[in-house]
């Protein structure tokens, strides 16, 4: 026998069978074969074997994947939002924010309120009359809607603050309009009356500042959040109803400058105490000089420590993490008096709201309470 060739014993002892060497080398060429093959070829048909392999281990559908991956994404979302709850919840001191011409302060206040509640994923106060938890929000000194500026907000805590604010210092810049008289004293209102100014000079309204200078006596507005039986003068006024004018009562004024004269309109920067009316002052101005006058324009640029250019937060800024920085930073510029400790976050497992909006009425200094829910 060839030398090449095994001996039946050494076949056997090698567990040798033919048949499965000719399949051995018939699935080689098959692999050599297929590996050769461009992917765009037609598929192999599957055989018994892969078939029963495949139903034995069935592939996770993408739908499957997909309910998972959103059920994830709504647990972590809900994780978040259980967690800006209880940071709003936590908030609690005085801060300004940026108000625009057009709203009142206390519809700003409600545009502020609804976006930290939607921010907190929690439900608004008209959802529901269960009180679990409080978020007490307010402003301190009204600004007219016309006019823009800081406008000083408590929150927390911070609304027990208010009453302080009211009675710091403010500084406004005011555009007044000279020859023309208004039923509100600025340009929103009706015009009453018109007078000549042609021939009032810049000496002549520096000359009258100093006697609106320091503690004066001034008659407030008609149209202000005055009261009369427990209604504002300006909400009879808009009825119709015959209002008398409140009598003088004493204000000051800290500083009182023209920055800018320029015919028909002349420019004021005024530092001034609490309940004082920029309005009546223009008004006054024009009367003084032999005309009259309204407001055109008028900008708050601070009140107490807080001015528009430094600590006012614009609305893009109105958010749980922005409204916290700025707290933070903001205790600093208050009396070690009125500073707040810091309190421990409030459990809030369900976010059920209720609001209290606290208004604070300059002429008396007192809180005013009005519940939304």
């Not at 009825?239 to 003088?248: D, I, Q, S």
Request: glycine share 8%.
């Amino acid at each position: 026998m060839s030398g090449a060739l095994l001996s039946r014993h050494e076949h056997a002892t090698l567990g040798y069978k033919p048949g499965l060497r000719a399949r051995s080398m018939a699935a080689a060429e098959a692999a050599v074969l297929s590996s050769s093959l461009d992917t765009d070829a037609a598929p192999v048909p599957e055989t018994a074997g892969t078939a029963a392999a495949t139903a034995a281990t069935p592939p996770v559908s993408a739908a499957a994947a997909a309910v998972a991956a959103a059920a994830r994404t709504r647990s972590e979302a809900r994780g978040s939002k259980a967690a800006l709850a209880t940071k709003l919840l936590s908030l609690s001191g005085v801060f300004a924010v940026h108000k625009p011409k057009g709203p009142t302060s206390a519809e700003l206040l409600n545009r502020l309120k609804e976006k930290l509640l939607a921010e907190a994923g929690m439900p608004s106060p008209e959802w529901t009359k269960r009180k679990k938890q409080t978020l007490k929000i307010g402003h301190g000194g009204t600004l007219d809607s016309a006019a823009r500026g800081v406008l000083v907000v408590g929150i927390g805590r911070g609304t027990k603050m208010l009453t302080s604010m009211l009675s710091g210092s403010k500084r406004y810049v005011a555009i007044g309009e000279l020859g023309r008289a208004t039923d509100t004293l600025d340009s929103t209102g009706k015009v009453t009356e018109e007078k000549p100014y042609d021939k009032i000079t810049q000496e002549d309204i520096e000359g009258i500042l100093q006697k609106f200078t320091g503690n004066i006596m001034q008659v407030p507005p008609l149209y202000s959040a005055l009261k009369k039986d427990g209604q504002r003068l300006s909400t009879l006024m808009k009825r119709g109803e015959a209002v008398e004018a409140k009598p003088a009562r004493p204000v000051t004024v800290y500083s009182l400058s023209l920055q800018k004269f320029q015919p028909p309109f002349f420019t004021l920067d005024v530092e001034c105490g609490g309940g004082f009316y920029i309005r009546s002052l223009v008004s006054d101005i024009g009367k003084e000089l032999s005309s009259c006058a309204n407001v055109l324009e008028l900008t708050r640029t601070k009140q107490g420590p807080f001015t528009l250019e430094e600590h006012a937060l614009p609305e893009d800024k109105w958010t749980i993490d922005d409204i916290a920085q700025s707290l933070e930073h903001c205790s600093s510029l208050l009396p070690a008096e009125l500073a707040l400790k810091k309190s421990k976050p409030e459990e809030s497992n369900e976010h059920i709201l209720s609001c209290e909006y606290i208004t604070l009425d300059e002429t008396k200094g007192e809180d005013a309470i009005i519940k939304t829910c």
